[in-house]
């Protein structure tokens, strides 16, 4: 995508607070991040962070109440995501936005079949009569490298491995052509070899079908592989945003820092203590609407344009 071109999702001063009994907890605080087209951005911080409750609150999947969901703007094909109606936003949602969740084993329904559960959206969003949805998921199966696509497509999800499984969430996603793919820890529960083959998957299905995505993770070393920009978070706030080949060779902010140093080197040390960050992370109570540092006095958010 050309520098110049206008971002298929662009996120201004994003803000939510849920509203309790004992007060407002401040959960995500002016969070701004744009995304291109083809583009994947990694999202990385520990949890309670504020990394799925954003990206959750752009497609408004916070209930509400107690969810309050405020800002500049979301802007995504010329429309304010925040100030959709509901009808218009079940479009976009599932639609034109896919979301892989966490946890595929109880994302997906126990009680109808991965191919019913395929089905769904492209019969609600595209219109698609029984035989073209089933067709069609047929084909989606195939596509995220389920052998024998067509039969399986009667089995439940209890039939299927964690990496499967995972490959059905991303079938789901991908159904109805999404111009932007929200992945939430999608191999956060696979051992390593399932995780390299969704991690290449992914890559392969970018390539091909030109969807932008976001990636949200712990783990520093998968998106050091796969992303072309990272944002950190820590306490609801974006303390450092770059390339993501910048980021991992020259971190600016004292809690990237932080981050980086907990990864275990494998080569060239010496054995040692695994670096630790101190403490926890802040409560974003009622007495508190932003996060303090535990990596040093407070210092403003680190940004690089790329």
Not at 32 to 54: H, I, P, Q, W
């Amino acid at each position: 995508m050309p520098e110049g071109a206008p971002p298929v999702l662009d996120v201004r001063d994003l803000r939510v607070v849920f509203r309790t009994r004992v007060g407002d907890i401040h959960a995500v605080n002016d969070v701004s991040f744009s995304l291109r087209a083809g583009e994947l951005l990694g999202v990385v911080g520990e949890s309670g962070s504020g990394k799925s409750v954003t990206m959750m609150s752009l497609l408004g999947l916070l209930p509400s109440p107690p969810a309050v969901v405020t800002g500049r703007g979301v802007m995504f094909e010329g429309k304010d995501l925040l100030r959709l109606p509901d009808e218009e936003m079940r479009t976009v949602r599932g639609g034109r936005i896919g979301f892989v969740f966490q946890d595929p084993m109880t994302s997906l329904n126990p009680v109808f079949t991965v191919g019913f559960q395929i089905m769904e959206p492209l019969r609600k969003h595209l219109g698609m009569s029984k035989r073209q949805a089933r067709a069609r998921a047929a084909e989606l199966l195939a596509l995220v490298g389920i052998p024998a696509a067509s039969a399986r497509l009667d089995d439940y999800p209890h039939q299927f491995s964690g990496g499967m499984r995972q490959r059905v969430m991303i079938a789901i996603a991908l159904a109805c052509d999404p111009k932007v793919l929200i992945a939430d820890e999608p191999t956060t529960a696979l051992d390593v070899t399932i995780q390299a083959q969704i991690l290449e998957l992914m890559s392969e299905l970018r390539e091909k079908l030109g969807m932008a995505v976001i990636w949200i993770t712990h783990d520093l070393g998968v998106i050091a592989g796969i992303a072309d920009r990272v944002i950190v978070m820590y306490g609801g706030q974006v303390v450092e945003h770059a390339p993501a080949e910048d980021l991992f060779e020259d971190p600016r902010h004292p809690y990237t820092q932080a981050l980086l140093t907990t990864v275990p080197k494998v080569h060239g040390e010496r054995a040692r203590r695994l670096t630790v960050i101190q403490g926890q992370p802040p409560i974003l109570g009622p007495s508190r609407t932003s996060a303090p540092s535990r990596t040093a006095a407070p210092s403003p958010s680190t940004s690089a344009s790329g």
